[in-house]
């Protein structure tokens, strides 16, 4: 039989969840949402709207949680006894603990911690899972690998690495889009109109992303690769390491990293 997942708070995040895994098909999938209207385009898709986050929570194999960090403790509450020793619960709020999330639902069934990145609104996420709860069975933690790979790249880490992965990947977006950002200014610079440079500047981070993805050879060589000796992009390059962009990245990641542990509870 299909398992069924569920969603509560069907916005941003919790909407691009559902959308991912209904174009997909193979579920059951049903949500509710405060603003029933938000659910329109999902029900479009074929998620159902149910009339409460309980009514969710008694049909759902895995229930997604998808309101804003704040509101999780009071939701789950809400629920509680709605929630059987088989129900998957899956938060993707950003530094709600695990442990805070178990007490709130009095331990009645496995806990799951998912820190998604921005990408995954357009089915591009990348996803931390931590699977470390001991209700969790072998069969449940590869159903939720299951998920989650069909919604992008996946990987399983120990909830302490969980600020690591914010600061890189959570963060991750606004890097890329800064240095976007600087790459169309400088084609705006050139006489490029603004919406065409943005549109090779998209072509370019997302080409030069394959690459990367699919060759073996390093970074550094890649780079080397299109600085022919004499040429302009040696000269483009030898700017950007004389201003250190390497060790601002590293700068920069660090700085969340901090920033992100200081916010976990
Ligand atoms: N967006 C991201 O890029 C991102 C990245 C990482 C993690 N997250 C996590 O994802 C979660 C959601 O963030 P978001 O950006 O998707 O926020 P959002 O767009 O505001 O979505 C939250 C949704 O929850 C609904 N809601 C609130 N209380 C509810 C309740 N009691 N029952 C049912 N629905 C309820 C809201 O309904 P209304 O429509 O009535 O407001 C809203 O549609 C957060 O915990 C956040 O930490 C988001």
């Known amino acids: 039989m299909a398992l069924h997942i569920g969603c509560i708070g069907c916005g941003s995040m919790g909407g691009a969840l559902m959308g991912g895994l209904a174009r997909q098909g193979g579920y059951h999938l049903s949500g509710y949402n405060r603003t029933p209207e938000r659910m329109r385009p999902l029900e479009e898709l074929g998620v159902r709207r149910l009339h409460s986050p309980s009514a969710v929570a008694e049909v759902a194999d895995v229930l997604l949680i998808g309101v804003k960090p704040r509101q ?4 789950l509450r809400e629920v509680r006894s709605a929630l059987r020793r088989e129900t998957l619960l899956v938060s993707v709020a950003a530094g709600v ?9 009095d331990a009645r069934c496995p806990v799951v911690r998912c820190m998604p990145n921005t990408p995954a609104l357009v089915g591009m996420g990348v996803f931390a899972l ?7 069975s072998e069969e449940d933690r590869e159903v939720l690998r299951q998920i989650f790979a069909r919604l992008g790249t996946c990987v399983e880490l120990a909830e302490n690495e969980f600020p690591a ?3 890189l990947m959570g963060a991750g977006p606004a890097y890329a889009f800064s240095m976007m950002q600087g790459l169309v200014q400088a084609g705006v610079t050139l006489g490029f109109a603004h919406r065409e440079a943005r549109r090779m500047v998209a072509a370019l981070f997302s ?4 690459m990367a993805e ?3 050879e390093a970074l550094q060589q890649l780079r080397d690769n299109v600085c022919s000796p004499g040429g302009l992009t040696i000269a483009g390059v030898n700017v950007l390491d004389r201003a250190g962009l390497t ?14 542990r200081e916010m976990e509870d």
């Open 130 to 136: 931590c699977l470390e709860d001991d209700l969790l």
């Open 72 to 75: 999780v403790l009071p939701l």
């Open 207 to 210: 080409g030069s992303a394959m």
């Open 214 to 216: 699919q060759s073996d």
């Open 97 to 105: 603990s695990r442990r805070r999330i178990v007490q709130a639902v």
């Open 165 to 167: 992965f914010s600061a």
């Open 247 to 260: 060790g601002i990245l590293v700068d920069a990641v660090a700085a969340a990293h901090a920033r992100a």
